[in-house]
């Protein structure tokens, strides 16, 4: 896995403009400082986006799940996501998400799964995902020394049988927010994990 590029200032936010508000919601134009110090702007949008469950499977090693750490200016720190991205004029969500897992993390793998289209946050916005399952062969020469395409996008696999624990660890040791979707699929495999006799089971 090749390293991200060594930062040489702490990214943050540096002004945020508001370009149209109404009663609930305003629109703002972020400026931000990256890692290597550069200026760069953000603004909110309606999009259609595709985010990557991708498992990590490879010979004598726990199956990981492939996730994604970066300095999100909103937020104003860094991010636990899955890899995603906007889904390109004409293309369909699987090829959409095999471009942005190759771009964000260097491995190539095979969609396994896609689920309908869903809303991210209705309350707030008309954005949209989907989201795309892959398995990726650790054991193919491609995928054992994969090199990623994008800046500042640091790579992290987490073992899936202690996702939601790693998960928790990695909250307390750095200032770190996590995806909400991350979290609850945490929740998910760590119920799956229980064994039966570990589940409460409710009287009647």
């Excluded at 760069?40 to 994604?68: E, F, N, P």
């Excluded at 799964?113 to 650790?138: A, E, F, K, R």
Aim: glycine fraction near 6%; hydrophobic fraction near 35%; aromatic fraction near 6%.
């Amino acid at each position: 896995m090749s390293s991200p590029p060594k930062s040489t200032t702490i990214p943050n936010v540096v002004k945020e403009e508001v370009i149209a508000s109404g009663k609930w919601l305003k629109l703002e134009k972020t400026t931000y400082v990256d890692p290597v110090g550069n200026t760069r702007y953000g603004t909110a949008q309606s999009s259609i986006s595709v985010g990557i469950i991708a498992l990590l499977k490879r010979t004598l090693h726990k199956d990981c799940v492939v996730m994604v750490k970066q300095f999100r200016p909103p937020i104003g720190c860094c991010t636990l996501e899955f890899p995603a991205g906007l889904i390109d004029e004409g293309e369909c969500a699987e090829i959409a998400a095999l471009r942005e897992l190759k771009e964000e993390t260097g491995y190539k793998g095979e969609v396994v799964g896609v689920t309908p289209v869903t809303c991210l946050d209705p309350g707030l916005s008309n954005c949209t995902t989907q989201i795309v399952m892959v398995n990726i062969n650790g054991d193919d020469l491609e995928n054992t020394n994969p090199t990623q395409q994008l800046e500042f996008v640091e790579v992290l696999l987490l073992p899936l049988d202690e996702f939601q624990r790693e998960i928790d660890d990695l909250m307390k040791k750095e200032k770190i927010v996590v995806d909400s979707k991350v979290y609850i699929y945490g929740m998910g495999m760590s119920q799956a994990f229980f064994k039966p006799n570990e589940l409460r089971v409710l009287k009647q």
